[in-house]
């Protein structure tokens, strides 16, 4: 069965540092990989997504990047970052093409100081 | 832009209570979906829905698709503690196979 494992599960960072949280996925290849971010208790709002190795997709100009070294590997990066990037992150993989179906995984509660 | 408008915002009730919860769009979908989230965890999908018109059942939920695929909603019956949580509608973003678009939640919490 399919598996997807964020870390950490949560970080204090001060304002200006960097950051990096990964997610892998096991039990499938070549899926698409996405990254939400929600707000308290709110809607998720998608960051990025990939379909492949090195192919990121941006949905929203901000302090944040992300990569795909490896087919089931996907990493949220900031070089420097704000107070306004505090939130609860998802990383999510789709299942077969058209299906939209999401599988979230358990999140990352990032609280920048 | 497609927008998911979630009604109401939040919802608490007492254990045994019915209640719907409501997902709008001004939009087409070709499908919406239900997911619920609890504290600290990531959203577990419940329901996809295809079919103008369509009613799915999940034990004591019921999930409708509008008959236009422009709104869905979600009835439960005899709410309980276990219900309580982030209930999420999700639809393909820009008709795309590939990208999700969430409206903004409802909280229901079910007080025992």
């Known amino acids: 069965s399919q598996t997807i494992h964020q870390w950490p599960a949560t970080l204090v960072q001060p304002v200006g540092s960097p950051l990096s949280l990964e997610c892998t996925v096991e039990g499938t290849s070549n899926p698409n990989l996405y990254w939400y971010r929600q707000a308290a208790g709110r809607g998720l709002q998608l960051l990025f997504y990939?379909?492949?190795?090195?192919?990121i997709s941006s949905e929203v100009p901000q302090n944040l990047s992300a990569s795909r070294p490896q087919d089931r590997q996907f990493i949220l990066s900031s070089k420097k970052l704000l107070l306004s990037d505090s939130g609860f992150y998802l990383c999510?993989?789709?299942?077969?093409?058209?299906?939209?179906?999401?599988?979230f995984g358990a999140g990352s509660r990032l609280t920048v100081l | 832009t497609q927008l998911l408008e979630q009604s109401p915002q939040f919802l608490s009730i007492q254990e045994g209570e019915n209640l719907t919860v409501y997902c709008n769009s001004s939009s087409v979908f070709s499908s919406l979906q239900w997911y619920r989230q609890e504290p600290g965890e990531g959203p577990v999908l419940l329901v996809t829905v295809v079919t103008g018109g369509e009613v799915k059942k999940l034990k004591r939920l019921t999930f409708q698709f509008g008959d236009a695929r422009k709104d869905s909603s979600l009835h439960i019956t005899a709410a309980q503690p276990g219900d309580t949580g982030l209930y999420l509608c999700a639809g393909p973003f820009r008709g795309s196979a590939r990208q999700l678009t969430f409206g903004s939640g409802t909280q229901l919490t079910v007080l025992p």
């Open positions: 999510a993989w789709g299942g077969d093409a058209g299906a939209n179906v999401l599988t």
């Open positions: 990939s379909v492949g190795i090195g192919q």
